[in-house]
């Protein structure tokens, strides 16, 4: 089993975010994660990258008790991250941006650094920008760069967090294909997604959280008819964003 949670608590003082979380993924494996807004899902993420400290539980990746260890360590150890709002070193080229990461998150120095960013700007399609600063990029291309940095430390474990927001249909499109051929190459791919139906038909499982707890886990069309999803989703709402043909799918 490449991750295990077990019992993993997030509490801010009084106020219990995830209140015990239970979860296993093997190696290789696709997993969706969706839930409405205030779920805890990016407090998941958190707690599993290291970024929020378990108030309660433990982590496991690869066998190996990772609850103590810090963001950096975790990093180290093959978990990449992506954040909902890119971030990149907008004064840097996307190629000094992907270097950055594969030096100090992939602990690669000279010239195979330059050779593993090298490769990374090919695999993500990144070439045409290579030595474009970063703050010159479109939302796409700013996406683009945000997983290519975390591709650049080697990652086992790839955590990504609403990477397809606020991009069109046919950019959504392209980025699932790039993220799909990413999972097929062996990286383990956690991926929380408001945009549901660019997940439906990719992921190989899909786990719904609601305050905090996992209501539903499983193939993805069968957690999406679950009627507990949808009276979580409104029924409507979720409707609205899979689209006609997934939606007559589940009916």
Request: charged share 20%.
């Amino acid at each position: 089993m490449l991750l295990e949670l077990r019992g993993v608590q997030i509490r801010y003082g009084d106020m219990v975010v995830l209140p015990a979380i239970d979860l296993s993924v093997p190696q290789g494996q696709f997993l969706g994660v969706i839930g409405p807004n205030g779920a805890g899902k990016s407090s998941l993420f958190g707690a599993i990258s290291g970024g929020l400290r378990c108030s309660a539980g433990t982590i496991h990746i690869e066998g190996r008790d990772m609850t103590r260890l810090s963001a950096t360590q975790r990093c180290m150890s093959g978990v990449g991250r992506t954040f909902q709002i890119p971030q990149p070193f907008d004064g840097m080229s996307v190629f000094e941006n992907i270097l950055v990461a594969a030096t100090y998150g992939g602990r690669s120095h000279g010239a195979q650094a330059t050779s593993q960013a090298t490769s990374v700007v090919r695999q993500c399609g990144l070439e045409p920008w290579a030595d474009s600063m970063a703050g010159a990029l479109t939302l796409l291309q700013r996406k683009r760069l945000e997983l290519a940095r975390a591709m650049a430390m080697r990652p086992r474990l790839l955590l990504l967090d609403e990477v397809a927001g606020g991009l069109t249909d046919s950019e959504v499109g392209e980025l699932v294909q790039w993220i799909v051929q990413l999972q097929r190459e062996g990286v383990t791919v956690l991926w929380i997604e408001h945009l549901v139906h660019a997940l439906v038909g990719v992921v190989d499982r899909m786990l719904v959280l609601a305050e905090g707890r996992i209501i539903a886990d499983g193939a993805p069309r069968t957690v999406l008819a679950n009627p507990t999803v949808r009276s979580c989703y409104l029924g409507s709402d979720l409707d609205e964003d899979l689209g006609e043909e997934t939606r007559d799918a589940l009916h």
